[in-house]
């Protein structure tokens, strides 16, 4: 596994796709460093986003760019847990994003995300930019 990787969430790779300052250059820092860490969710969550077939190249060429990191029954079964003890919390959270943590916090990766709600999720590492 790559060494202080960083599942980054859709939300950000929404935002690198446009351009958007300061997370595009973020971005592009952790791709030289090779930290870059997405799964199956957040690659059907972009695809799903496409709008045309630019979007559908520049998304194959950071495809080549990144390490695939996939969740196994394992990650699964301690995702539905978590989910459960949060909703138990009274903190409902998408069960995908529960998901992502789940393997950032199995893998000991952080997670770089816009999304404010991960910030309820204990034990999870979100990455701060510099």
Do not use: C
């Not at 820092?29 to 860490?37: A, P």
């Not at 969710?41 to 495809?63: H, P, R, S, T």
Request: charged share 20%; aromatic share 6%; net charge negative.
């Amino acid at each position: 596994m790559t060494e202080g990787g960083v599942i980054v969430d859709t939300s950000i790779l929404i935002e690198f796709f446009k351009g958007t300052e300061g997370i595009a250059g973020e971005v592009s820092s952790l791709l030289q460093e090779n930290r870059v860490i997405i799964t199956g969710i957040v690659l059907a969550e972009l695809l799903q986003g496409m709008k045309n077939l630019k979007e559908e190249l520049m998304l194959d060429d950071f495809l080549l760019a990144v390490t695939m990191l996939e969740l196994t029954t394992n990650i699964w079964l301690k995702a539905g847990k978590l989910a459960l003890s949060l909703r138990r919390k009274g903190i409902s959270l998408p069960l995908t994003d529960v998901a992502i943590a789940t393997l950032a916090i199995e893998h000991n990766l952080s997670v770089f995300t816009l999304d404010r709600h991960f910030e309820q999720i204990p034990n999870l590492s979100l990455y701060k930019p510099s």
